[in-house]
């Protein structure tokens, strides 16, 4: 059906026009009415915040890492320092191909698996723009070998830094520690302020004292582009280098304890009993800490944990012995302090002693008894009755409080991380280790310093140092601490001492069974008889394999690991302490026959200021005016300081004063200083067993 269509009508359309065009003004308006608004409010109302942020995105803070703080021996040597020196950079963005590059950079410097390795890690971590490390020390022959070829690698730099160096290497590895790279662990420990340190202390004092050493990390604010590449350096917050420390450590008597050993592993440490401070420490075997610094290769960490030795360990607060005689002292101080005995009391020793009831003896040193024996004789001969006897009238539990009390079976509190507390026998501690009651033999035991024992030397000179000066103090190395180079060094403060009893009378009657030992009958009197100086001391030998009745085990028959242990103890001079030695001999046998002649190198190093064989002072090794060391002589009580001539003179070293105080060395005057030490019979007074 056909549909009529319908006429237009202008004037509407021309009104619907005008409508929506209105609608769609008003529209657009509103959009630019609310950009505009937009914009003013980026531009003013936010404006500081926007402001802030783009400051933010162009200036970023770079950190920069403070210089470590240096460590001296008391003397001034430096023990730990820092060290220019270079490391080989590369920034990948400029490297067209990587493997190429390394493949032929190989040829020129010897690229080991562990810098390729550590490198890749690196690198896929990090933005191409970004230099990585490739080999973190560099050689002068290998700089200089890259030098020649540097134009053949675009984008591999040799760039400067300090690194951390040991200049004596093993002689205080266990003393000073190493620093380390960072790893995860350590980020958590540092926090996020410290997060651009690349070394921390892994053990020793760089351990103990990191907070110390480390300073605090300052920042430069730089300019950087939308790429995020520095293009100036607009400010600066400098860092604050770590702290200097000053040990009490001598670094001459140190090399005379490690040249002192000889061929034998084990540890010693000299103290002054007047002050707490430790003289020399040693453990040995030791290690080089510079492997560590920048990470040890495969290859020499092998080697240190494949070593049976075990050079890392550290014997003097990780590593325990039974002490053997050496703890006799103490027990009778502990006798006379609670009462049980009288100086003048004496016991019979007829070479057996046994309990009540039983068949099985325990012996005397000598086969045939030592006879009525008092305070003193039972610690000038060892007579091992009087203490078995001693022991149990004191009672086990009154035995441990007195052993407690002069800071055995806990950590001595020095300044160095990681001290355990040894081992104090008690029925509690057999009980939980072995789940076994305790019995009398056991009492007889631990009183010659057998059976459950577990003595560190510092405990023992600790415990020596107590007997010497009267006082028990807290053993530490570090002496003052110095911020900034141009600082004053401040003193560290220690704990206050405590009496070690408190009867000085009881004391002094200890120390002269302990010089007394060093006098005709002592067990030691043969170690120091033509010595200039009077000393006190204790031999001991703590038993690994066992004698059966009176037999006699020869140590030199058996395997090292099951060989005697031996040990000594002293102080001098007697009549006024001022030097303390404890010693402790792996697989040595007896004390006066091993742990004793070491310790008379050691006394005459400090003592005399003599050198063992074929080694001279440090200073005068070096050619420079020798820093005195230690002397005593019959005309004053106390020891004093050598000046340099004298010095000098003591090591039979001619030289003439210029001057001043200096002095001029001649090389050809330096020879092995002569030994002056007695020389020891093949045979020496049996210590106790």
Known sequence: MYQRRQAKNPHAEAE?????????????????????????KLQVVDHEIYATRSEANRIKPRPVVPGRGMIYDR???????????????????KVAD?????????????????????FNRERKSRRSFLPVTLRLRMSEEEMARFAVERWRFPGVELEPYLTRRYPYGDLFAHIIGYVGRVDEKDLEVLGEGNAALTHIGKSGLERYYEQELRGKVGYEQVETNVQGRAIRTVGRVPAQSGADLR??????????????????????IAMDPRTGEILGMVSLPSYDPNLFVNGISHADFKALNDNPSRPQFNRLVLGGVAP??????LIALAGLD????????KVLSTGMFYLPGTSRGWGDSHRGGHGW??????????????????????????????????????????????????????????????????????TVNISIGQGDWKVTPLQLVRGISGLASGQLRQPHLVVAERSGFDGDWQPTVQPAPKPISPSPQNVEVVRQGMMDTMRPGGTGYTLF?????????KTGTAQVASRKGVAAVDPRSLPMHLRHRSLFVGFAPADNPTFVVAIAVEGGGYGASTAGPIARKIFDAWMLGKMPEGMLPLDVERGSTAIGMTHFDAESPEPRRLGDEAALALQGVPAISLAGSALAIDPAHLPPPPSNAPALPDEVPEDDQ
């Open 529 to 537: 008889a033509s010595a200039p100086y009077q000393i006190g001391g």
């Open 16 to 40: 619907q026009f005008r409508r929506r065009a209105v609608l769609g003004f008003l529209v657009v308006v509103l959009c630019l009415g609310g950009l505009g608004a937009w914009y003013f």
């Open 373 to 442: 024996t008092d305070l003193r004789k039972s610690i000038a001969q060892s007579v091992n009755t009087y203490y078995y006897r001693l022991a149990l009238d004191l009672g086990i539990e009154r035995f441990d409080h007195y052993m407690a009390g002069y800071g055995l079976g806990a950590p001595t509190g020095i300044d160095l991380s990681g001290e355990i507390g040894g081992i104090l026998p008690s029925p509690a501690y057999k009980m939980k280790s072995r789940k076994e009651r305790w019995y009398p033999g056991d």
């Open 75 to 93: 003397n001034g040597r430096l023990l730990a320092e820092n060290v220019p020196a270079f490391r080989l950079d590369v920034t990948p963005d």
């Open 338 to 345: 609670s009462g049980v005995r009288r100086p003048e009391d």
């Open 247 to 268: 040990l009490s450590i001598d670094a001459d008597l140190q090399r005379a304890m490690v040249a002192a050993f000889g061929q034998y592993e084990g540890s010693a």
């Open 98 to 118: 990587m493997d190429a590059m390394l493949a032929e950079l190989g040829k020129v410097i010897a690229l080991s698996p562990e810098d390729l390795e550590r």
């Open 324 to 329: 053997g005689s050496t703890i006799k002292p």
